[in-house]
């Protein structure tokens, strides 16, 4: 079965960093695309950012451009999403999923995208 799962969520002073890892069983890494999105209290998910199969391309929402970066180590199976700079508007619940195809598809669109993780809950709070 195909999974993934999201780790290093946590509560964070503003300014602060965290690094979310997103780990595949089940499955090799290599062949997908994989993106982080997130989801707030009362608001659609929405895409965060994409690292490309080859890790080649990244994307990044324009909130969380220069600040945050997306990285993968297909040695470990892993994805990360290194967050510095944090801002309280970043708080939500961050996802990570392997996109569909490896080509053609829109990497903040949530419908391209399968095998979600639960989820880790990232607070930026004073």
């Known amino acids: 079965q195909l999974q993934l799962v999201e780790s290093g969520g946590g509560l964070v002073q503003p300014g602060g960093s965290l690094r979310l890892s997103c780990l595949a069983s089940?499955?090799?890494?290599?062949?997908?695309?994989i993106g982080w999105f997130r989801q707030a209290p009362g608001k659609e998910r929405e895409g965060v950012s994409c690292?490309?199969?080859?890790?080649?391309?990244?994307n990044y929402a324009d909130s969380v451009k220069g600040r945050f970066t997306i990285s993968r180590d297909n040695a470990k199976n892993t994805v990360y999403l290194q967050m510095n700079s944090l801002k309280p508007e970043d708080t939500a619940v961050y996802y990570c999923?392997?996109?569909?195809?490896?080509?053609?598809?829109?990497?903040?669109?949530?419908?391209?995208?399968?095998?979600w993780g639960q989820g880790t809950q990232v607070t930026v709070s004073s």
């Open positions: 690292v490309s199969s080859s890790g080649g391309s990244t």
């Open positions: 089940g499955f090799t890494l290599d062949y997908y695309a």
């Open positions: 999923a392997a996109a569909f195809f490896a080509s053609g598809y829109v990497w903040y669109d949530s419908s391209g995208f399968g095998s």
